[in-house]
């Protein structure tokens, strides 16, 4: 039983291969596909999730269900994500490459087709974004965002309503305290 838990039927440079180019390719292929797909996660993150959750799969480690070949593809998986993490940080201009740039979707309250078509981001999904950010036409919004890791920022034009609820509750706080402060006043010099 040992011996076909830990017995490798494929060679060990193969199994950390595999892993490694898959990784690359699944970078690639969400490069390509768009920062849409995305979601919340970084590229690199969402490739390590997805591809540590099949690293007993064929794709990854060959025709082997052994300890020892899902130890080493994963280990592989981590290893080439930590030094691809690594040479980013070291090389800002070739992770501003392989991350590509900002789509720029609403400015000034204009949506801009072209960003929206180039991102294939219908009218509705944006107003969905915008919802979820508290603005529910983009005539409210200065500058809303796609970057490229796949969130969203937007930045309002106007205050929003709460802020401006807030501002109101604040005057009358200060006008009740001004009122009060008054009657006080004017009690002591009657008294």
């Known amino acids: 039983m ?6 490798l039927p494929l060679p060990v440079m193969e199994k950390i291969l595999r892993p490694v180019i898959v990784y690359l390719f699944l970078i690639g ?11 919340q996660l970084n590229p690199f993150d969402l490739v390590v999730l997805l591809s ?19 130890i080493i593809g994963a280990f592989a998986l981590l290893a080439i994500n930590w030094l691809l993490m ?12 392989l991350e ?4 720029v979707l609403i400015q000034a309250g204009v949506v801009s087709e072209e960003a929206m078509k180039k991102e ?20 409210d919004v200065e500058e809303c965002v796609l970057e490229p890791n796949g ?3 937007v930045k309002g034009k106007t205050p929003t309503s709460e802020t401006v609820h807030s501002r109101e509750l604040l ?6 305290t001004a009122e009060v402060m008054a009657m006080r006043a004017e009690m002591q010099a009657r008294g």
Not at 2 to 7: A, G, K, V
Not at 29 to 39: D, I, M, Q, V, W
Not at 86 to 97: F, I
Not at 121 to 139: C, D, H, M, Q, R
């Open 2 to 7: 040992m011996h076909s838990m830990f017995h």
């Open 29 to 39: 292929f969400l490069r390509l596909f768009g920062k849409r797909e995305l979601a």
């Open 52 to 70: 540590l959750s099949n690293t007993v799969q064929n794709a990854i480690i060959g025709d082997d269900n052994s300890v020892s070949g899902g």
């Open 86 to 97: 690594w040479l980013l940080y070291r090389s800002p201009k070739l992770n501003q490459k």
């Open 100 to 103: 590509g740039s900002k789509t």
């Open 120 to 139: 294939t981001l219908t009218f509705e999904e944006l107003i969905s974004v915008l919802n979820k950010n508290g603005f529910n036409n983009p005539a």
């Open 151 to 153: 969130t969203f920022f």
């Open 171 to 176: 005057n009358a706080v200060e006008r009740l």
